[in-house]
């Protein structure tokens, strides 16, 4: 018998679930504007995509689609109630790469109070992303909040 894992082999401990509306579409732009590559895609029998992996470095993300009947959108019009971070080895050339992709950008490249290199913005169906790397070493203690 096999032993089984958890994690699963390649699969981080905690890993997101983005839900979309057009999860073939979402994929592409992923690859596209952000730079994520395709691990794995499962299709129904009509082909369409009911759940699908993509990595970036060692980091995943899952996306699954939104016809499953359950609401997926955050309570409340308006509400922000998730944001995916992400460390990128250049801020600035990643930043170009979404925003030529039509990423609707929240907050231009800046580095910040607490040491990251970021910039906030919007995929084709809302959810938000942060694109960081660390550029200064700051310890916990030492960050001097705004």
């Known amino acids: 018998m096999r032993k089984l894992l958890t994690p699963p082999d390649g699969m981080p401990r905690i890993t997101p679930v983005i839900f979309y509306s057009d999860v073939e579409k979402a994929i ?23 759940h699908a992996e ?56 800046d580095t910040r109070f607490y040491g990251d290199r970021n910039y906030t913005c919007e995929d084709l169906e809302g959810h938000h992303w942060v694109f960081a790397r660390r550029v200064e070493e700051i310890p916990y203690e030492e960050i001097d909040t705004p």
């Open 28 to 50: 592409e732009w992923l690859i596209e504007a952000y730079g994520f590559e395709k691990r794995k895609v499962l299709n129904d029998d009509d082909g369409s995509v009911v």
């Open 54 to 109: 993509l990595s970036f470095g060692e980091g995943v993300v899952q996306l699954a689609g939104t016809g499953d009947g359950r609401k997926h959108e955050p309570q409340g019009e308006g509400e922000l109630r998730q944001s995916l971070y992400v460390f990128v080895d250049d801020v600035d050339e990643h930043y170009e790469r979404a925003k030529a992709a039509g990423a609707v950008i929240r907050d231009k490249p």
